[in-house]
């Protein structure tokens, strides 16, 4: 998925070399069992393999047009469940710590924003 953002701040922004070639790579790691932590659905995004968080939320990947160097992902709400502090907080914490275990050499930072995005996360307001 490719978009312009005009408000920079998400949940987790990654600057890299190459956004693409950092998300195959995670897609790929988690394909081969590498990450079991993380599944991907149908939809390219990211869910967690423990049972109790399945279903509650996903982590969508964002490459945009104008930030060449940065691999962004957003946190998609359940439509069964709104999105509480606790969900955003182990969906981001783990997210975050699947990164930098497996792809720290990849990435020249990651930021995290505390609170949800508005056009970046989808939640309910």
Partial sequence: MVVILKNK?????????????LL???????ENNVVVTWHL???GDFLPTQEQWIGKAWITPLITEDAPNS???????????RMTKAIYGVFLGRFAEMLLTHFD??????????????NIDVFTK
Avoid: H
């Avoid at 701040?9 to 070639?21: A, L, S």
């Avoid at 691999?71 to 469940?81: D, T």
């Fill in 41 to 43: 659905d149908n939809d």
């Fill in 105 to 118: 050499t990849d990435m020249k930072s990651l930021c995290i924003s505390p609170l949800l995005v508005d």
């Fill in 24 to 30: 195959d790579k995670i897609r790929e790691a988690i």
């Fill in 9 to 21: 701040r998400t949940m987790i922004q990654v600057q890299t070399n190459d956004p693409k070639g």
């Fill in 71 to 81: 691999l962004y992902f957003g946190i998609i709400e359940s439509k069964q469940q």
